[in-house]
């Protein structure tokens, strides 16, 4: 199976800057497109940012121009730099893969456990 570990989180306060990863791991074979998403209480889950396998990113009109997504592929990793944070950016945050395991012919889509964000003084 794959993982999805993300790592990263915590508090901090509005203005200031935190440094999202996420590993993959386990029997991945093929790692496609990555991306995070957030989910804050009450609200329903938005699209952060995405990253295709060449660095082709996508980001949620909230969050352009703050956030930055990076990828390195070597490491099976995504990264999301959030710079100019706010409060509404408090939320679970979660890595999602789109991945084959070794012996595959399809492709999976994977999602991590999350990790939490907030943005408070």
């Known amino acids: 199976q794959v993982q999805l570990v993300e790592s990263g989180g915590g508090l901090v306060q509005p203005g200031g800057s935190l440094r999202l990863s996420c590993a993959a791991s386990?029997?991945?074979?093929?790692?496609?497109?990555m991306g995070w998403y957030r989910q804050a209480p009450g609200k329903q889950r938005e699209l952060v940012a995405t990253i295709t396998f060449g660095g082709t990113a996508n980001y949620g009109d909230s969050v352009k121009g703050r956030f930055t997504i990076s990828r390195d592929n070597a490491k099976n990793t995504v990264y999301l730099q959030m710079n100019s944070l706010k409060p509404e950016d408090t939320a679970v945050y979660t890595c999602?893969?789109?991945?084959?395991?070794?012996?595959?012919?399809?492709?999976?889509?994977?999602w991590g456990p999350g990790t939490q964000v907030t943005v408070s003084s």
């Open positions: 999602n893969a789109a991945a084959r395991v070794f012996g595959a012919t399809e492709w999976g889509d994977y």
């Open positions: 386990g029997s991945a074979w093929n790692i496609r497109d």
